[in-house]
């Protein structure tokens, strides 16, 4: 396997990783305690962080291997098919996982804050007015202004997509097959 190869980059990014966290060595918790403000990260936070790292080492290793069997296994027309089989099966048990596990709820503070701005956007509104009762609306992804405007920090592009189905009354169908396309996109965009 040639490094230079995607297969071989992963591999030498996952070896990279995985002999860091043999050696105890966490970058991330180094410039976590530089970000915060007293310098002190929680156990909680710093086993977190830890565990993360060692998962990135071990999802970058899987990926080297699928690369490596994609690229000896198929051609290049059949490369096409399998991404594209692969990103409709990928769709399709994320959508599942979504609406059957999740129940079709956010379950991550940025997608909570996200969706509620999409909600925002198809009423046709750039912002919400601030509750009587703001104080127990506080969140950190969200930002309440002294003039009374209640929006999500982010840039909205993903909001716009949500709002697109929420205007039709669709909003299951956004779950997650935005991110298949996405891929497929950015794969024939190559």
Not at 10 to 15: E, K
Not at 62 to 87: H, N, Y
Not at 89 to 100: C, E, K, P, S
Request: proline share 6%; with cysteine; aromatic share 14%.
């Amino acid at each position: 396997m040639v490094i230079s190869s995607p297969a071989g980059i992963l591999l030498l990014a996952s070896l990279s990783i995985l002999t860091a966290s043999l050696l105890r060595a966490y970058p991330m918790l180094a410039i976590a305690r530089t970000l915060s403000p007293d310098g002190f990260l929680t156990t909680g936070f710093r086993a977190e962080l830890q565990l993360s790292q060692w998962c990135l080492g071990f999802s970058l290793a899987a990926g080297s291997l699928v690369a490596f069997l994609a690229m000896r296994i198929c051609t290049t027309a059949r490369f096409t098919v399998v991404v594209s089989l692969s990103a409709a099966g990928a769709a399709i048990v994320t959508f599942a996982l979504q609406f059957l596990w999740f129940e079709n709820i956010p379950h991550v503070t940025d997608a909570i804050s996200q969706w509620f701005q999409s909600r925002i956007l198809a009423a046709g509104r750039p912002f919400a007015r601030l509750p009587p009762c703001w104080r127990w609306f506080a969140h950190d992804n969200l930002i309440m202004s002294p003039a009374g405007m209640w929006h999500t920090k982010y840039f909205p592009s993903h909001s716009l997509w949500l709002a697109s189905f929420q205007m039709i009354h669709v909003p299951w169908a956004c779950a997650d097959p935005s991110r298949e396309s996405e891929e497929l996109a950015a794969y024939y965009g190559q």
